[in-house]
């Protein structure tokens, strides 16, 4: 909610290719016509964030 984006987690109907990855889900991002560059920055700003958090 800080960012103002929307992920959805999962594993997006691709379990096969996910299994062959030994991956058990990902995080997926959706753009539309209607987005801007604002909502972009603000996606790639979170992420930065995130990974800040989550790695060493």
């Keep these: 909610a800080e960012y ?3 992920l959805r987690a999962g ?3 691709a379990q096969p290719l996910l299994a062959e990855l ?3 889900g990902t995080l997926r ?3 539309a ?3 801007t560059q604002h909502d972009v920055d603000a996606l790639v700003n ?3 964030r995130a990974l800040e958090l ?3």
């Design 46 to 48: 979170a992420v930065d």
């Design 11 to 13: 594993q997006h109907c």
């Design 29 to 31: 991002a959706s753009f």
């Design 33 to 35: 016509p209607y987005n």
């Design 54 to 56: 989550l790695v060493d």
């Design 4 to 6: 103002g984006i929307a």
């Design 22 to 24: 030994g991956v058990t």
